[in-house]
T-cell receptor, first 113, second 118 residues
Framework: DVKVTQSSRYLVKRTGEKVFLECVQD?????MFWYRQDPGLGLRLIYF???????EKGDIPEGYSVSREKKERFSLILESASTNQTSMYLC????????????FGEGSRLTVL | AQKITQTQPGMFVQEKEAVTLDCTYD???????LFWYKQPSSGEMIFLIY??????QNATEGRYSLNFQKARKSANLVISASQLGDSAMYFC???????????????FGKGTHLIIQP
């Protein structure tokens, strides 16, 4: 089975802190994604990557950056956390088919105080 | 651009009844894929079922089936014989061949919160 692992299930940070959310997948998938989930808004794409060192902005990239130094690992970085970044963050990788499904991690619930 | 609309924010259903969760979509892509995911309170998104736009038959996976009506641009999820463990958020999603939600990612609807009552 595909496994996508997110490093932290729950985090509490203070405004202005730098936050790292890490994601690792074990199926050699090329495409990886970071989504943000908020009640009533569904999932919104922050950033995605289709290869090592490659990244593209999604729909809501402001305030975020990403890093993909190894194929299996995709990190989301909040350079200076703000309260409006309190949310659930979901990492996913995509199966290598034309319409492959996304495999998700368990999510990281971030609270910024 | 693509759009997914789920018009039912929440639903209450009696255990063992069948459930239909509505999903309509909009895309200009001639070829696309439709997906349903389940998200229990634990938070993990679980893939349930997939339907390709050129598939001749409606997709089925165990108790899940997808009622695909291409002309109406609808892709409703049907859960037969509902169980208490079906209580969760359900998301409809899609990807077009040429305009996916970010390099082969998915565009999601806002979800339906399904509660199964004993």
């Amino acid at each position: 089975d595909v496994k996508v692992t997110q490093s932290s299930r729950y985090l509490v940070k203070r405004t202005g802190e730098k936050v790292f959310l890490e994601c690792v997948q074990d199926m050699d998938h090329e495409n990886m994604f970071w989504y943000r989930q908020d009640p009533g808004l569904g999932l919104r794409l922050i950033y995605f990557s289709y290869d090592v060192k490659m990244k593209e902005k999604g729909d809501i990239p402001e305030g975020y950056s990403v890093s993909r130094e190894k194929k299996e690992r995709f990190s989301l970085i909040l350079e200076s956390a703000s309260t409006n970044q309190t949310s659930m963050y979901l990492c996913a990788s995509r199966a290598p088919r034309v319409f492959g499904e996304l495999f998700f991690g368990e999510g990281s619930r971030l609270t910024v105080l | 651009a693509q759009k997914i609309t789920q018009t039912q924010p929440g639903m209450f259903v009696q255990e063992k009844e069948a459930v239909t969760l509505d999903c309509t979509y909009d895309t200009s892509d001639p070829s696309y894929g439709l997906f349903w995911y389940k998200q229990p309170s634990s938070g993990e998104m679980i893939f349930l079922i997939y339907q390709g736009s050129y598939d001749q038959q409606n997709a089925t996976e165990g108790r899940y089936s997808l009622n695909f009506q291409k002309a109406r641009k609808s892709a409703n999820l049907v859960i037969s014989a509902s169980q208490l463990g079906d209580s969760a958020m359900y998301f409809c999603a899609m990807r077009g061949m040429y305009s996916g939600g970010g390099a082969d990612g998915l565009t999601f609807g806002k979800g339906t919160h399904l509660i199964i009552q004993p």
